[in-house]
């Protein structure tokens, strides 16, 4: 079973349109840039920059989350890197179908 990492959003700041610093209860922060990954019915949306710029914090869940209940799994956001190139590939694989 694999592991899966246990960490809270603590809070965030804007670095750009779809950018943002994140910050974890671990101490660290992480800057990313959120609109390569943004594809499908629940994250097209937040591709609108009035729409992103709504992004909050959920008390109970200790990540982002947008009006339309769009959200990201901590760890996720932690590790960023480690996922960003599939979530991208994701969204240009639903582009080319839909498109």
Known sequence: MPNHLIVK?????????????????????????FLPALGGELFIPLRDKGFFAQVGLDPEWHTLVWPNGADFDPETLHDWPKY????????????????
């Open 84 to 99: 960003a190139k599939a979530l991208q590939a994701q969204v240009n694989a639903k582009a080319v179908t839909q498109g």
């Open 9 to 33: 959003v603590t809070g965030f700041d804007f670095v750009g349109d779809w950018t943002l610093r994140v910050h974890f209860d671990d101490g660290t922060s992480k800057v990313i840039d």
